[in-house]
């Protein structure tokens, strides 16, 4: 029995390891990719800004009818080793605040802060760039030191008075994940409105795979995405889509609504935009609550006044 001690305690922690990870799982997927090419060494391969509007004039009959109760498009979709998908959105924000926002690194910690699972964003200079760094735990109020970090590399391809884009990548992430990438790319649009495309990608190992299919197995079990799998019947809604690409699309969804949020925000002063930001986000969850909801408005509130305040005092 001396001898089986040691073996048994290893498989213990590994199996506490893996679990304490599946709880992290639903934030795992965090970036999508699709449409084109998966990234590569030489960049991420934006549209750019002649192919972004004919994306645009493609996808209007989607962006008039669909799902999401207004004008979106999300695709997910899985490989071996990745998990990638795209969003595009049209935004009634003029592409000058859109491009001033989005441009800068410290609005995107104040977006970010918005998702449920992000707990701490600080943008600050690493060697003659800027860094992004990103603390992901959990849906309930946690120290700091249990969130996983991944820090992004932040990149302004091009911002141009008609078209922005923007790259952040990160080598490594929580459990066996690397190769990180956001892309954000927009254009400006008739009557005062931008068109966004957002593409999140990456890629993850044996251990990732370990945490992911038991997350699906338990926590994730029964949770769906916004893919209709089959057409409807007899009047009953169409059965959507779970597993990985159900992981995926929540969170896409997810970050969407932290940048719309924010970009809401800003039509009250600065003081209250916070505020504005997190009501916003709230209730957009809502309207897609069977994919969406883990907590209540109060907790919700709650726990991100405390990480909010977190991470504008932290040394």
């Not at 735990?137 to 008609?162: C, M, N, Q």
């Amino acid at each position: 029995m001396a001898k089986r001690l040691p073996i048994m305690a290893r498989m213990m922690w590994f199996f506490h390891a893996i679990q304490r990870v599946a709880r992290h799982a639903l934030v795992l997927p965090l970036w999508l990719g699709l449409f084109i090419p998966v990234w590569g060494a030489g960049g991420s391969q934006a549209l750019g800004p002649a192919a972004l509007r004919a994306k645009h004039v493609a996808l209007g009959p989607q962006l008039a009818s669909n799902q999401f109760q207004g004008p979106l498009y999300l695709a997910s979709t899985e490989s071996a080793e990745q998990l990638e998908g795209d969003v595009y959105a049209l935004v009634k924000h003029p592409f000058g605040t859109v491009s001033a926002e989005l441009s800068d690194p410290r609005h995107w910690c104040d977006m970010l802060i918005l998702h449920l699972n992000i707990k701490f964003c600080r943008a600050k200079p690493a060697g003659g760039s800027t860094q992004l760094d990103v603390r992901i735990g959990r849906k309930h109020d946690r120290p700091l030191l249990e969130a996983s970090t991944v820090l992004f590399s932040y990149r302004p391809v091009a911002v141009d008075p008609d078209y922005l884009a923007v790259e952040l990548e990160a080598a490594d992430g929580p459990l066996d994940t690397h190769d990180y990438k956001i892309l954000l790319e927009a254009v400006p649009i008739a009557q005062g409105q931008s068109f966004i495309h957002m593409r999140y990608s990456f890629a993850y190992g044996r251990a990732g795979r370990v945490a992911m299919q038991l997350y699906l197995a338990t926590l994730g079990r029964g949770k769906v995405g916004f893919t209709p799998t089959a057409a409807a019947s007899s009047g009953e809604p169409p059965p959507l889509i779970g597993g990985v690409r159900g992981v995926v699309e929540r969170n896409t969804m997810r970050y969407y609504l932290a940048i719309e949020s924010y970009l809401d925000a800003l039509s009250v002063p600065p003081p209250q935009r916070f505020e504005k930001g997190l009501e916003g986000w709230f209730s957009a969850t809502q309207k897609f609550a069977r994919q969406l909801y883990e907590v209540d408005r109060a907790a919700y509130l709650e726990m991100k006044r405390k990480e909010y305040q977190r991470q504008q005092t932290a040394p």
